[in-house]
């Protein structure tokens, strides 16, 4: 074998946590991924940080001065973490990776707060979801607290040049990645690994458009999915692997071509039409139902179609503890709301569209933040969606205000 068991669907909905603990018990003769044997090597040649909203941030392509390495061996395990100039990567044309699609990565960013500080937002979450994905590709696990200490040692050398204290309110795009590589091409799990991270600026997709582009109005416009299924049940859309993203990009092009900005991926489309997330970001509708309650619905993670995202998370958290009865967090047109894990169909979008009962809709995801919905097509009929004082529904402005002091540092909380 490889020196890695595959484990079975159950095992793999415990916490990527517990997986790495039982696959390094089973396993003492290799090690674990081990942050305080990183080593670090300084660039010479540091590069240009871009300047804030520039051409240079929504090329996307900017990497920072440094990444970090581990390479991944069968017989010896996860060898000693490398922080080195950043640079490219040299593979063989065998490499699993390339063929086999033995790839996974993450998405996470850090913000330099107003009170100067750096911040990760639960990047826990992030660490333990990089090994529930990896082992969906057959790719070893590790224990996630090392690639959190790993993630901020990283920081410690990039982020006081690329967010200097200047400018508050800034972030940096976190790329950890694993690859499968080596030198066979025998089709099997990979015997050698490549971790790598690198740090990138990212343009700010919830406000900004790109430089001498029109201004758009505010508000996603969602092409609903016809033909193309992006994940189903017994699939991989739970995890973060690559091959999740390359077959959707057909879609996204067709929907940027007719003037949509993601695609709303629905599921059993000769039927039901269900509502699973948008682009790479998880969907939220707030609705009212005919009893008169508002409701704050989303798809549940329980048919593993779904991306379990920490921003979806921290959404559903913030809403079950602030949008509820006699909460201060009340006011005007936010109301209490009932937080709802279902799954959702167009059909039943469409009939509370026609009966007026669509309060908001939201996308949530690293990227996208908290990004209103303005409309959506769905069987090349556009349904309007309601935007609270038109730039924003209530709700969604609430939860980006609430998770952004987070993030920023306005207010001290656990998750930052
Ligand atoms: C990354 C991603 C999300 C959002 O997850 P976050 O952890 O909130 O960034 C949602 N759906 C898909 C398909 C994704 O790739």
């Known amino acids: 074998m490889n020196g890695h068991t595959v484990p079975s669907a159950s095992s793999l909905q415990a916490s990527g946590i517990q997986d790495a603990k039982t696959h390094l018990q089973s396993n003492p003769a290799i090690q674990d991924l081990d942050a305080s044997k990183l080593t670090i090597t300084r ?38 973490p490398e922080l080195k ?23 996470m960013k850090v913000y330099r707060g107003y009170d100067g500080k750096l911040r990760l937002f639960r990047p826990d979450r992030n660490c333990a979801r990089l090994v529930t994905s990896s082992l969906r590709v ?15 040692a990283f920081l410690a050398v990039d982020g006081p040049r690329w967010l200097p204290k200047s400018r508050p309110g800034t972030f940096l795009y976190l790329r950890p990645a694993m690859i ?38 505010p508000g996603l416009k969602l092409l609903a999915s016809k033909d193309d299924t992006r994940a189903w049940p017994g699939g991989f859309g ?46 939220f509708l707030v609705w009212k139902t005919r009893e008169g309650r508002t409701e704050m619905v989303t798809a549940p993670l329980d048919s593993k179609v779904i991306l379990d995202g920490v921003t979806r998370r921290s959404v559903l958290d913030l809403a079950k503890e602030r949008l509820v009865e006699g909460s201060r967090y009340l006011a005007g047109e936010v109301g209490p709301v ?7 169909t167009m059909l039943e979008v469409e009939e509370a569209q026609r009966e007026g009962r669509l309060v908001e809709a939201f996308v949530s995801g690293t990227a996208y933040f908290i990004t209103p919905v303005s ?7 556009e349904l309007d969606i309601p935007m ?23 207010v001290d909380h656990p998750w930052g």
């Open 180 to 217: 499968g590589n080596g030198e066979q091409l025998g089709v099997s799990p990979p015997s050698e690994v490549l971790l790598f991270i690198l740090a990138v600026p990212w343009p700010d997709l919830s406000t900004s458009s790109p430089p001498g582009s029109p201004p758009k109005p």
């Open 43 to 80: 660039t010479t040649t540091l590069r240009p940080v871009p300047e804030p909203d520039s051409k240079e941030i929504w090329s996307v392509k900017a990497c920072t001065d440094h990444m970090v390495m581990v390479k991944w061996t069968e017989d010896a395990g996860w060898h000693a």
């Open 388 to 410: 609270g004082d038109g730039t924003s529904g209530h709700y969604a402005a609430l939860l980006k205000q609430w998770l952004g002091d987070i993030m920023y540092g306005n």
């Open 375 to 381: 409309a959506i097509n769905f069987k090349d009929e």
């Open 238 to 283: 739970y995890t973060k692997v690559g091959a999740n993203y390359g077959p959707s990009f057909g879609s996204q092009m067709e929907g940027r071509k007719r003037g949509y900005d993601q695609i709303l991926w629905l599921l059993n489309n000769k039927q039901e039409h269900e509502v699973t997330e948008a682009g790479a970001s998880n969907f």
């Open 85 to 107: 100039p950043y640079g490219p990567l040299t593979i063989m044309p065998t490499a699993s990776c390339l063929h086999y699609a033995t790839q996974c990565f993450e998405g």
């Open 338 to 344: 009932d937080v709802v894990e279902r799954t959702l």
């Open 138 to 152: 057959s790719l070893p696990p590790f224990d996630p607290v090392e690639l959190e200490k790993i993630l901020k």
